[in-house]
């Protein structure tokens, strides 16, 4: 019995970790420069998968839609997507990371996340639901919400707004995602609470549907708009694995889990949330059209 319980905390034991950082927007050699810096520290500090905010290489704060379309690049073989595939090979590191992507033919822009692993490009999300002027800029993303294989477990992808759309956490969570990392670039202003609700919806997404979750944002403040940190990992109980960071600072937070913790259901033996899903009364997939996968 104690060899079982001690192969059970051994399952998927991986280091998860939330990239805090300033992109300036206008400078995406030194964004990127400064990517790999961080990137290479988290790997020397164990991290074995890497989240890095919303539009890391870039900025956010795009004054026209030829600033962004400029500051684009398609994947995988834009200067970025390229040299992440390299400090992955080499650190062994899974990255999952924000970037402006330009589709193939260059007709078509992207708020996007890639998921970089040793191997190199392993997929690509498209943020969903475009915030505010991100509707000027960007389509609408058109590949789903696809849920990747690695090693470690089954890794999920949204892109900050898309964090307040529970359907999207629960079909990621349907498909079988262990972790969902989160590129974000959450907006502070007034009331002060606002700037908390990144992490509530971290929170409150990963209890609902038993997943981790990661949340990287950004700070500093960019043409006016400023962005409070908080960067955070979240179990499968809702609450803090790691941080919230600080509000304006560039740091590195890490979370050691084991992240077959998601596919244990049970909250207790009375409450198992995926069984106790009323699927009488709404679609077992939302409508979507996908298949469950067995958790």
Known sequence: MAEVKKMLKMES???LCAVQMEPL???KEKNIARSLELIEEAADHGANI???PELCTTGYMFHNRREAYEAAES???GSAC????EIAKRKNVYIAAGITELEKGGLRCYNSAVLIGPAGHIGTYRKLHLW????????????GLPVFETPYGRIGMLICYDMW???AFRLLALKGADVVCCPSNWIDGPPAELRTMGPHMAMANATANHIFVVGADRIGTERGCTYPGRSLIVGPSGWYKAGPASDDKEEIIYAEVNLM???RLNRSSMNVIFRDRRIDLYDEMLGSGETPVPR
Request: hydrophobic fraction near 45%; avoid cysteine.
């Open 82 to 85: 390229v040299k992440w595939a």
């Open 165 to 167: 759309f529970f359907e």
């Open 132 to 143: 505010g002027d991100e509707k000027l800029f960007f389509e609408p993303g058109d590949l």
């Open 25 to 27: 927007i206008g400078y």
């Open 50 to 52: 890497i989240i890095l």
């Open 13 to 15: 034991k991986v280091t």
């Open 75 to 77: 994947v995988p073989e």
């Open 261 to 263: 913790e998601a596919r």
